[in-house]
Structure formats: structure tokens, C-alpha cells
């Protein structure tokens, strides 16, 4: 139990990474389970209930602002479910590592995909869906890769890892 405790959230970035990598979204059952996993895990873990509220008001929060970003075209709507259902699992003290971390991480990842945009694709690699559609110019950035590698960087310091890794 404890193992898979511990990859549960893990997995579920690296999913969520690859989803959007590959289809430029970020399905609503992924971010549900990401969300339910938290609670079911949490107690199991004996999180106390002022941790899980205040943890369920970051989600919140970063839910309310990331909705705001989306509405305005600057985020996808899997982009603002997923930074949301990880800020749940991450809580107010982690959330600005968090969000520095994706931040930094986006923001090189917009710019390597700007650059490869500049040059021609090889035909090889244009027949690749996701390849050709990841080089189109009219596509946006696959952020959630950015969000999800952020999450794994200050996974360990949640509560439910470390009371797991016990």
C-alpha cells in the first residue's frame, strides 16, 4: 500500500505531461482522479482536517486565477484544471516553489518550441501527428509538461509523501 501510495501522484504528472504532449490536452478524468486521490490519501495518511481544508483552499485559489487565465486565452483549460489539482496536493507552503518552478520550466519550454519553430521540419518527422502539430506556429505550448515536472520537484516535501516514505 505504502508504494503505491507514493506513485500515485507521481504518475499521474507524468501522464498528465505526456497527454498533453501528445494531444495537447489534459483529460478531465485524469485531473477528477488527481483530485479524489488526494482526499483518499490524505486520509489514509491521517492528515489532519485543518491541513486538507487548507489544502482544498489553495486548490481553490489556483483554480480561481488559473480559470481567470484561461478565460482570457493565456492557459488551456486542461492547463488550469491540472495546476489547480496539484496545487491541492502541494498546500499553501509549497505552492510558490511550485509555481516558480513551473513558471521557470514554461517559460523554457515556450522558447525551445518558439526556436524549433523557426526552422523547417524534417519530412521524416512531419508525418508524426503530434510532431508536426507541436511545430505549428498556430498551436499553443504543451504547458502542462512544465506544470507537471514542476509538481515532481517539490513532491517530496508534501505531507502524504512524507508520511508514506515513513
Known amino acids: 500500500m505504502q508504494?503505491?501510495?507514493l506513485i500515485i501522484f507521481p504518475i499521474l504528472m507524468a501522464y498528465s505531461a505526456s497527454s498533453d504532449l501528445l494531444t495537447m490536452k489534459i483529460a478531465n478524468w485524469l485531473v477528477g482522479t488527481l483530485i479524489g486521490s488526494y482526499f483518499v490519501l490524505a486520509m489514509?495518511?491521517?492528515v489532519s482536517w485543518n491541513e486538507i481544508g487548507m489544502n482544498?483552499?489553495?486548490?481553490?485559489l489556483v483554480l480561481i486565477f488559473s480559470f481567470s487565465f484561461f478565460v482570457f486565452g493565456w492557459i488551456g483549460g486542461g492547463d488550469a484544471k491540472l495546476v489547480a489539482g496539484t496545487a491541492l496536493w502541494l498546500g499553501f507552503p509549497l505552492l510558490l516553489p511550485y509555481l516558480v518552478y513551473a513558471?521557470?520550466?514554461g517559460g523554457g519550454l515556450t522558447l525551445i518550441i518558439i526556436g524549433m519553430r523557426r526552422y523547417p521540419l524534417p519530412a521524416g518527422l512531419a508525418s508524426v501527428k503530434w510532431i508536426d502539430r507541436l511545430?505549428?506556429?498556430k498551436s499553443g505550448v504543451p504547458y502542462g509538461i512544465a506544470l507537471a515536472i514542476a509538481g515532481l520537484l517539490v513532491y517530496s516535501e508534501t505531507t502524504i509523501f512524507h508520511r508514506f516514505i515513513a
Do not use: K, P, T, V
Not at 482544498?56 to 481553490?60: E, I, Q, T
Open 3 to 5: 508504494s503505491i501510495a
Open 135 to 137: 511545430h505549428d506556429n
Open 44 to 46: 489514509i495518511a491521517g
Open 56 to 60: 482544498a483552499a489553495a486548490g481553490g
Open 103 to 105: 513558471a521557470l520550466l
